[in-house]
């Protein structure tokens, strides 16, 4: 495994219904992700926008209103596997990182990738920086947000507090 420390600006897009709650992963523990599987708590990020859009996109063809937050990010301990699969470097599971890992959970089979981020957790790991499978030349970091430490910064960038502060201004949705 190719451990090394990250820090940097990342990128997401939340559903605007959410953006109060930048920081949590709790939206990935309840079904999981890629890279975590359900009652892990994950925060997944992108190195860019045009990643984040991508991957916020995902969920429907349609463009959905969303919101862009920016994260500066300080970590000590993250798998790089921005480069993907090298054996020389990593278990043969994280081979199947990029399995469809939403039809296997469908079907009550373990995803590999959930079995590779189990040992990268193990191994006192923060986040995983992998390629997007959305945008082609993109990269993504999940952090496993219980994971973050005193000495790490898991940040949101809002200069003028524009972010909501909770769900309130949801209560008269129509």
Known sequence: MIVRPFSGTLYRIHSPRWAHQPTSGAGAAQHGGRANRPGVEALYLATDVET?????QQASPILAPGTIVSYGISLERIADFSGGFDAAHWHPIWEDFFCDWRKL?????E???????DK????????????SAA??????????????????????????????KD????????
């Open 135 to 164: 945008r082609n030349g993109g990269v993504n970091l999940v952090v496993y947000t219980g994971q973050v430490g005193p000495n790490d910064a898991l940040t949101v960038i809002d200069p003028n507090g524009d972010l909501p």
């Open 111 to 117: 995803p590999p990738s959930w079995v590779a981020s």
């Open 105 to 109: 959970a469908l079907h009550n089979i």
């Open 52 to 56: 984040a859009l991508a991957e916020f």
């Open 120 to 131: 990268a957790l193990a191994e006192g790991m923060q986040g995983i920086l992998f390629p």
């Open 167 to 174: 769900q309130s201004s949801w209560k008269n949705v129509i």
